[in-house]
């Protein structure tokens, strides 16, 4: 399958789960909000330029608000994530060896450690991000702090599920 479709499937799946079934979820959206929609910008391939994660970033984001009906709040926090995502990349993992072997981060191309890193930076980042633009202003810091902590908590578990359950495989980049 060409790595285009297989990222519009990804598109439409992520869209689907985050709308129909994780905002769906009634007893954890007072404190906690289940977030995996933005996986999808974590495993965008190595090859993309900034310009095309942050533009397709954008297009992600702004479909999901339309869903939501939160007209720009998570299309700014992916835009964000699309951002840093090439120069964390560039900190944790050998520019001449995984970039240039491999198609996608995944935990098979970068190792459990750097992975895990990365995912959890950059779901750290994206949830601190969406809950000050939710609020514009701190009010309670403890409040604040307590859930983009539980937040990322909760996505960071539902990204290992996701690993764990949908493996994907080390694809070479010479092997397309």
């Not at 397709?56 to 699309?82: K, P, S």
């Not at 120069?87 to 996608?104: C, G, N, W």
Request: a positive charge; charged letters at 10%; glycine letters at 4%.
């Amino acid at each position: 399958m060409s790595t285009l479709i297989k990222n519009i499937i990804r598109f439409i799946l992520f869209i689907a789960v985050q709308v129909y079934i994780l905002n769906q979820i009634p007893p954890l959206h007072r404190f906690v909000v289940p977030y995996l929609y933005f996986l999808y910008i974590i495993w965008l391939p190595f090859t993309l330029n900034k310009f095309s994660q942050m533009f397709i970033a954008f297009l992600f984001g702004l479909t999901l608000d339309a869903f939501t009906g939160t007209m720009g709040l998570h299309a700014a926090a992916c835009v964000l994530i699309a951002y840093i995502k090439p120069f964390l990349l560039s900190l944790l993992i050998p520019q001449e060896t995984t970039e240039q072997s491999y198609a996608e981060p995944s935990i098979n191309s970068m190792g459990w450690a750097p992975y895990s890193l990365y995912a959890g930076l950059l779901t750290f980042i994206h949830h601190f991000y969406l809950v000050l633009l939710e609020w514009l202003q701190f009010g309670s810091f403890t409040y604040f702090l307590g859930k983009v902590t539980a937040t990322t908590g909760i996505s960071i578990l539902l990204i290992l599920v996701t690993e764990m359950l949908f493996t994907r495989k080390a694809k070479f980049r010479t092997n397309k």
